[in-house]
Structures are given as C-alpha cells and as structure tokens.
C-alpha cells in the first residue's frame, strides 16, 4: 500500500508515486531522470523556466471571502478573485495531478519557535522540491516523525496551464492565495520564485495579527556583540549581496519578521541574482553555486558545462537558490538582536541621490513606504531612459494588508528602540544611466561598515535642500569628493534640473498613492521646488 500522506484530503486520490522529504541527491537523481535539467561542472542542478523567467504580478489573485474581505488592501497589486473561480481551477489542477509522481516538501516559516508556521509543498516537478527544501526551513528527523497537519499548503503545477477564457484568469499562469483555506495554487509558471514568494505573502498576512513586522529584507549581526542590522531594497539594490558581509553572520537574505525578541528568518535558504556574477565581487554566492543548489536561466556551455554569466539571452533575472548554510558565516538557526540599525537601499539611475544620508524617524517613514528604485533602459521593452519605481515598503507585491499597517508598526520600533536609519545609493554617480558610473561596491561596503558601527555618529553632515536629506561629508575608506552627488557631475546645471525632475516624482507618487498620511511624513520627503 502506498503511503499518501494524507493527499487525498487535497483530492490526489490517485498519484503514481508520492515521495516526501527526498534528500538532495534524491532529488538531483529525480530531476535529471525526468529531463528536468542538467548538471554544471559545479555540480549544481541547472534548469530553464520557459516563458516566465521572473514573477508574474498580473497573474497573482487572492480569493476572496467574508473572513479576509476587510483585512486586504484590494486594488491593482491585491486582486481578487472569486471562491468559485478559484476552486473550479484547483479542482483541474487535482486532475491534472492524479495518476502523476508527486514531490512532497514539509517544512517551516519562521526561525522564531513563537511564529513558526508549517507549509506543506505540493510539487509536480523534483527541481521546484529542490527549490523549495533549499528555501524553506528544514525540520529535523524528530519534527517531520511529528509533523502533522500543515498550517499553509502550496501546490504547484507550472504544466497545468490555464485557458484564461474558461478560468476567468489573464494567461495561462495563475498564482491564487486562499487565506481563509489556507491553500496556494500555482500553475503555468515554472518561475520557482512564485512559491517563495507565496508564503511570504502568507507570512505578511499572519505575522502582524501576532503584533510581528514582516520586512521585505536581509539581515545580518555581529558574531561578538550581536548587533543586528537590516536592508531594505527592491530586486537588483543589493539585499543580498550587501548582507553577505564576510565579517558578520547572515541571518538571512530576504524576508523577516521583527518581533519583542528580536529579527528572525523566515526561510531557510537564498535566491540570488546570478547576473555578473564574479567570484571577487561576491564570493559567497559564487561558491553557494554547488551540488544542492538549483540554478534557474543561467546559459552554460554544452560541452564544459562551464556557466556564462554575463549571458542574458534567456533573462537578466538569473538565479540560485540555495540551503542558508552554503555562506560559511550564516547564522543558524536565523535569530538576531533587536535592529541597531536600519538601511534603505536604492539604485539611483538618475545619479542625484546622495551615496548614503541619515533618516529622522519621519524620513524613515516617507522612505519606507515610498520604497524608491530605477528601472533600467533595456530592462523591459520600451523603456529608453531610467524610470521611477515606488514600490510600497520596499514590498508591495507581497503586502496584502494596508501600508499604514507595516509603517506604523516600523516607526513604532524606530522610536522605542531608538533605531538608527540610512537611506544608502548603491545606484549611479557622476552622471545618470549610460553616462555616469555605478557606485563601487567597495565604497558602498565601507558606508555600510561605517553605519554599522558607529563612525557616522560624530561627523560633519550637509542638508540637501532638494531631497531634504542629511549626508555625511566624510567616510572612512571613501574618497570625499563622492559624498555629495552634485559634485561628480562635470554639469552641475544638468545635475539640478535631474535632481529636481526626480524630487518631483517622489512629491507626485507620494500626493497619489498617501493622500491620508501624516503631515510630518509628508513633510520629511523631497522638494521639487
């Protein structure tokens, strides 16, 4: 007798083979068998993701019910969809499903014992397992003998694809979030980041009922003191890359939750850009590339199995995913202090922002939930010149709840642990996009050091009157001529009329997307004029 584990509740009454908790290699042998993927010369399971090479949001829904109706922030990012419509999809993804291998993960959310949440994944793919069991936290021999039911479960099916005229969705793919049900449904998609991304959507859902910040960020501490710090940013700002500081312990590289005791991770694993990657500018990623991890996009050579990762044919949205315990200094389990510090990254393609500047608690807030990047010309079709993305806590796409919900709780711990908060340009200088140069990583690593320990406490500051920011004048380790941005144009003309269109789109994005927020808040951001 086959054992199911209990899949028939889901209505997989009838799967060729189920397989729970398989080993990495087990899972290297599935994929590879089933033509999943290949091997590099690394040893790390490669595969391509087909048409969606990155997340989706136009394909993302969250069902709607009575019970969740007035917790979620509806509109263009939280978009409903019908209970009906929902389960009439599910029912043909169980179909779909039965008479299949199905690849069975249960694992955990949340590093903190208090907010541990159990997510079952449900995979039609032994990659996308592989995927998920390096994300997710794993639980010991003792905790998955006693497991038992699930908090959250996900099924994931990126062959089943939708026929958007019958199923009521906008393409073949759909990524539906029933709260009330406790179930996702993903399907059409291979894109693994979809899973990840769903149950920190869950997390941000449940965590601040249990008065915990959800953050769309890394952390990492101190091995001595335990000082613990976070970053804030968007895709492609320097999240992981930043945190990965061979001096202190990463926590984690993308998702927490901020509790009474301290910053925890959610996961249990990182998903890292892989784009130009470089075993001198990030070598802990670099060598996370290994047996166990799972690279998603990245173009190799057929015959040395060598990777090219300046190749962006298929995407620029290159990826690995990988077990937390592939960087050799990673804090394990992912448990930190109480943040002493707080960093919003940016990647300024306009080359105005200064390369860091001090936050009062009111800048905090107005930067956070404004949540500023560029996107780049080239990135996407059409767009020639950098363009503004205000992007709601650094997180919008995975915030069901109202902003104010998240920022209050983010000033309230500011103020009562008296939070340090630097907004820091890991973008351009001396000129915009295609004219000036990206800020040097080395220089951006020393101004983080130099937040994180204290060496801006008792330096001499300049206001910048545009942006109303506070920007350090001197930085161990950093030539002062880059410290304020004005000065590494040879146009300073050209640098105020730019300064001055950005500082206007802060002011338009603010006035449309927070007409309700606090005057004080609205006062600590940019001006235009």
Same mark, same amino acid.
């Given at each position: 007798?086959?054992?199911?584990? #209990? =899949?028939?509740? !889901?209505? @997989? ?36 993701? +087909? ?5 989706? *949001? ?7 019910? *009575? ?20 389960? %009439? ?8 499903? &039965?008479?299949?291998?199905?690849? =069975? ?15 079952? @994944? ?5 990659? &996308? ?25 996900? @099924? ?81 700002? +320097?999240? $992981? ?35 130009? =990657? ?15 991890? !799972? ?18 044919? !298929? ?15 990673? &804090? ?16 300024? %393609? ?32 059409? @767009?020639?010149?950098? &363009? ?21 709780? =983010? +000033? ?10 630097? !907004?820091?340009? $890991? ?26 320990? #204290? ?59 927070? *007409? ?14």
């Amino acid at each position: 007798m086959m054992e199911t584990y #209990g =899949l028939e509740k !889901l209505g @997989i009454v009838n799967p060729k083979a189920v397989y729970r908790n398989l080993t990495p290699a087990q899972l290297t042998e599935a994929a590879l068998a089933r033509g999943e993927g290949k091997l590099s010369n690394k040893g790390a399971l490669v595969v391509t993701t +087909g048409k969606y090479t990155g997340r989706s *949001p136009k394909d993302k829904f969250i069902v709607d019910t *009575p019970a969740v109706h007035d917790d979620i922030a509806w509109g263009n990012v939280n978009v409903p969809i019908e209970k009906a419509k929902f389960d %009439a999809i599910k029912a043909k993804v169980v179909a779909y499903l &039965q008479n299949r291998e199905i690849f =069975l993960f249960d694992g955990m959310a949340g590093a903190d014992p208090v907010c541990t949440r159990k997510f079952r @994944i449900v995979n039609e793919l032994a990659s &996308q397992n592989l995927f998920i069991r390096d994300l997710l936290i794993r639980p010991t021999a003792e905790e998955l003998e006693n497991y038992g039911e699930p908090d959250f479960t996900i @099924i994931a099916a990126p062959g089943f694809k939708c026929v958007p005229e019958i199923d009521g969705v906008n393409s073949e793919a759909a990524i539906m979030i029933d709260y009330e049900a406790k179930l996702v449904v993903i399907c059409g998609s291979q894109y693994s980041g979809e899973m990840k991304k769903s149950v920190f959507s869950v997390m941000n859902y449940l965590m601040p009922k249990e008065g915990v910040l959800p953050m769309h960020c890394s952390a990492n501490m101190d091995p001595e003191t335990q000082e613990t710090a976070v970053f804030f940013g968007l895709s492609g700002t +320097g999240k $992981t890359t930043l945190s990965a500081d061979p001096n202190r312990k990463l926590i984690g590289d993308d998702e927490h939750g901020w509790s009474e005791r301290g910053i925890f991770n959610f996961e249990g694993g990182c998903y890292a850009k892989c784009i130009n =990657l470089t075993e001198e500018n990030e070598p802990e990623i670099y060598n996370a590339i290994k047996f166990g991890s !799972l690279v998603e996009n990245v173009v190799m050579d057929e015959e040395t199995r060598e990777f090219d990762f300046t190749d962006d044919s !298929l995407t620029e949205n290159t990826r690995v995913g990988y077990p937390v315990d592939f960087i050799s200094n990673a &804090q394990v389990p992912g448990i930190g202090g109480i943040p002493k510090v707080v960093i919003f990254l940016t990647a300024d %393609a306009f080359g105005v922002l200064p390369p860091i500047a001090r936050l009062d608690q009111d800048a905090a807030m107005y930067h956070f939930v404004t949540g500023f990047t560029s996107k780049l010309a080239g990135t996407e079709r059409g @767009i020639t010149e950098p &363009q503004p993305t205000f992007s709601t806590l650094f997180g919008e796409p995975f915030m069901p709840m109202d902003p104010s919900v998240y920022a209050n709780m =983010l +000033g309230e711990r500011i103020q009562k642990y008296n939070t340090k908060v630097y !907004l820091v340009n $890991t973008g351009w200088t001396g000129g915009p996009y295609g004219v000036g140069s990206r800020m040097k990583l080395k220089y951006t690593r020393a101004m983080v050091t130099a937040a994180l320990n #204290g060496s801006f406490d008792n330096v001499e500051y300049k206001h910048d009157d545009i942006f109303n920011l506070d920007i350090p004048q001197s930085c161990p380790d950093v030539p002062s001529e880059i410290m304020n941005p004005r000065d590494t144009w040879a146009d300073k003309d050209a640098y105020d009329a730019q300064a001055k269109k950005l500082a206007k789109m802060f002011q338009d994005n603010f006035e449309k997307k927070y *007409p309700n927020m606090p005057e004080n808040i609205k006062a600590a951001g940019p001006k235009a004029e």
